[in-house]
């Protein structure tokens, strides 16, 4: 199978006749070369599936021994799972279990116990299957995920 631009070289010494019976063909070959060309090295691709979801189960236990439970939905490998807007505070939080779920892969389940250092305004976890950072800028607890496989 002939290369784009090769077949576009044999068109050339067509002669001008024959050249006009298949000027469609010709354009359409140089609109796919243009496209192909046209194509920066700085594009990327997203290397995940369209219906790739994870299933996020966030158990925050806090100072005063109750629980909050925040389930959440989303759709790519890295993300936000817990900002500001959940309205969480930084403090009152002792320990956070967290499980991700791949609901294409539900039997592969990733689970991360963290206890939070107060004295920090940080913790990260790097676990072989996900990635977790753990801050405050401001008073309320902001989450960051990376699931790594």
Known sequence: MLLLKEKYRLFMYFSPKLRK????YII???????????QSKYTYKLNEPENQMFVFE??????????????KIKKTKKGNIISTNDNILFDDIKEI????????????????NVKLDHNKKYCTII????????FTNTQFLECNYNIIN
């Open 21 to 24: 019976k298949y000027i469609g």
């Open 28 to 38: 359409n070959i140089m609109a796919e070369i243009y496209s192909i060309s046209n």
């Open 58 to 71: 966030i158990v925050l236990q806090k100072f005063n021994q109750k629980n909050k439970i925040i389930r």
């Open 97 to 112: 279990k967290l499980t991700a779920i791949d609901v294409n892969n539900p039997t592969q389940e990733i689970t991360v």
């Open 127 to 134: 676990d072989t299957n996900i990635y977790l950072e753990f």
